[in-house]
């Protein structure tokens, strides 16, 4: 009886390993945010990570007819960044399945946030900003493959 509980026991460590790294899935790509008025291309950094805008639905400036720029950045000399290829997070880490951790930008209001990114499922992606106890985030959703 132990021989076989021990082969029992190896078999069933085996598979919850296999399974675990089953479910493990991949947030690199491309991502709809849930307003759909950006998508943000996601992926592997310093064993990590980051995320970078790279289509807005309104690329242009309205008032000046030019590219969009980060102009809600409290620092004038990263206010004039363009908004496409600028990073919203840069070196996530891994906090748990499918989840990982830092800060992300909001180029809404200039500021950064504590904030976390989870994968809900291979469609699916939960952002999440935090300034202190108060949290909001938003679901964004993967864009064509």
């Given at each position: ?10 078999l069933l460590a085996a ?117 202190g106890a ?12």
């Amino acid at each position: 009886m132990s021989r076989r509980f021990a082969v029992l026991s190896i078999l069933l460590a085996a598979l919850s390993g296999a399974t675990a790294h089953a479910q493990s899935a991949d947030a690199s790509g491309t991502w709809l945010t849930q307003a759909g008025d950006a998508r943000v291309k996601i992926s592997k950094c310093g064993g990590g990570i980051c995320g970078v805008i790279v289509w807005l639905r309104e690329p242009t400036d309205t008032a000046t007819g030019q590219p969009a720029t980060d102009s809600k950045n409290p620092n004038p000399a990263l206010a004039r960044r363009p908004m496409i290829g600028l990073p919203l997070f840069s070196g996530m880490q891994p906090s748990g399945p499918n989840k990982w951790s830092g800060q992300i930008y909001n180029a809404d209001d200039g500021s950064t946030y504590a904030s976390s990114v989870t994968l809900t499922g291979a469609e699916a992606l939960r952002v999440e900003g935090c300034v202190g106890a108060l949290c909001g985030g938003e679901t964004w959703t993967r864009a064509g493959r």
